[in-house]
């Protein structure tokens, strides 16, 4: 019984099953599927080894299915399928062996939401402040920050379209979703009525 | 917005900060030695200048990090920011250094804080 709740809590990012996303006019809002996330914290000197560590702060490395994003001198959110999870714990500690580390498996506490579209950016800007042009948040930006009353985790996929994932905590995503939902109806161009 | 300028992650929206109180507080390296005064004063007693004050600052919704910064009380305006157990470059602004004069020692971890 445990395990059944545990896998519904995997596969559904929210808590219930979502509507399809009607790709609205410049914007696709659409929950990410369950995906295995590693928080890793580490001091002193970087080894490249298996994981890319030693890039700049805020960014991400890596594609939109296997990923790791550098949220500070000591921190790294690590994204990537499911099934990929045991492999990496085991890939991790033979890396950092005889190195102080800790690498938390936290799957269940985060869920990925995507905003693509011309008006992803906008969207965004509706809660959270931070400049997203092309020039202070380019593609392979990766940042914690706040979307209105919530801590998130906001990655910019390189692509033609923006492309960006909001990561944030399992009690937030139902907010996070509604948020995004309603900015993506104010970020539409206002259609004109004709005059009668 | 305001903008702070956090020593990691440049400037950023004053909404992701969390302010520390006062910086640059040495902790007594023998508290026990203190008479009450003397350490009543350690915890609780902060100078509330009208001008530039040292504060610690911590990027909470971003890299996590603890940093100083100076800050003007008047304006409002971030002088300059820096990393945690660093000094300042223009520290001769500062309105009111707050070194008591009974607690100038310190080990070095305690001088970095
Ligand atoms: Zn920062």
Same mark, same amino acid.
């Given at each position: 019984?445990?395990?059944?709740?545990?896998?519904?809590?995997?596969?559904?990012?929210?808590?219930?099953?979502?509507?399809?996303?009607?790709?609205?006019?410049?914007?696709?809002?659409?929950?990410?599927?369950?995906?295995?996330?590693?928080?890793?914290?580490?001091?002193?000197?970087?080894?490249?080894?298996?994981?890319?560590?030693?890039?700049?702060?805020?960014?991400?490395?890596?594609?939109?299915?296997?990923?790791?994003?550098?949220?500070?001198?000591?921190?790294?959110?690590?994204?990537?399928?499911?099934?990929?999870?045991?492999?990496?714990?085991?890939?991790?500690?033979?890396?950092?062996?005889?190195?102080?580390?800790?690498?938390?498996?936290?799957?269940?506490?985060?869920?990925?939401?995507?905003?693509?579209?011309?008006?992803?950016?906008? #969207?965004?800007?509706?809660?959270?402040?931070?400049?997203?042009?092309?020039?202070?948040?380019?593609?392979?930006?990766?940042?914690?920050?706040?979307?209105?009353?919530?801590?998130?985790?906001?990655?910019?996929?390189?692509?033609? #379209?923006?492309?960006?994932?909001?990561?944030?905590?399992?009690?937030?995503?139902?907010?996070?979703?509604?948020?995004?939902?309603?900015?993506?109806?104010?970020?539409?161009?206002?259609?004109? #009525?004709?005059?009668? | 917005?305001?903008?702070?300028?956090?020593?990691?992650?440049?400037?950023?929206?004053?909404?992701?900060?969390?302010?520390?109180?006062?910086?640059?507080?040495?902790?007594?390296?023998?508290?026990?030695?203190?008479?009450?005064?003397?350490?009543?004063?350690?915890?609780?007693?902060?100078?509330?200048?009208?001008?530039?004050?040292?504060?610690?600052?911590?990027? @909470?919704?971003?890299?996590?990090?603890?940093?100083?910064?100076?800050?003007?009380?008047? @304006?409002?305006?971030?002088?300059?920011?820096?990393?945690?157990?660093?000094?300042?470059?223009?520290?001769?602004?500062?309105? @009111?250094?707050?070194?008591?004069?009974?607690?100038?020692? @310190?080990?070095?971890?305690?001088?970095?804080?």
């Amino acid at each position: 019984m445990l395990e059944v709740r545990y896998r519904t809590a995997r596969t559904l990012p929210l808590g219930r099953p979502v509507a399809p996303a009607l790709p609205r006019g410049g914007i696709l809002i659409q929950p990410a599927e369950a995906e295995a996330r590693f928080s890793l914290r580490l001091r002193g000197p970087l080894s490249p080894g298996g994981f890319p560590l030693d890039r700049p702060i805020n960014t991400v490395t890596g594609d939109d299915r296997r990923w790791v994003a550098r949220l500070g001198p000591d921190e790294w959110l690590i994204g990537m399928p499911e099934g990929e999870a045991d492999l990496l714990a085991e890939a991790a500690a033979a890396d950092l062996r005889g190195r102080a580390h800790s690498l938390v498996d936290i799957s269940h506490r985060n869920v990925g939401i995507d905003v693509t579209g011309a008006l992803a950016a906008d #969207v965004l800007n509706a809660g959270c402040p931070l400049d997203l042009g092309d020039a202070a948040f380019p593609p392979g930006s990766a940042t914690r920050t706040l979307l209105g009353k919530a801590e998130i985790v906001l990655i910019r996929h390189a692509g033609a #379209v923006p492309s960006y994932r909001v990561e944030c905590w399992r009690s937030f995503a139902t907010y996070v979703h509604g948020f995004l939902q309603e900015a993506a109806i104010a970020a539409q161009p206002v259609e004109r #009525v004709p005059a009668r | 917005m305001l903008l702070i300028a956090c020593p990691h992650c440049g400037n950023r929206p004053e909404t992701e900060f969390r302010c520390g109180g006062q910086a640059h507080i040495v902790r007594p390296v023998d508290p026990a030695a203190l008479d009450d005064q003397s350490w009543s004063e350690h915890l609780f007693v902060r100078s509330n200048p009208r001008g530039v004050h040292a504060e610690r600052w911590c990027h @909470s919704h971003g890299c996590g990090r603890w940093f100083n910064a100076l800050r003007d009380t008047v @304006s409002d305006r971030f002088l300059e920011t820096y990393p945690a157990g660093a000094q300042p470059t223009r520290s001769s602004e500062i309105t @009111s250094p707050e070194v008591p004069a009974t607690v100038t020692q @310190s080990t070095v971890t305690q001088a970095r804080a």
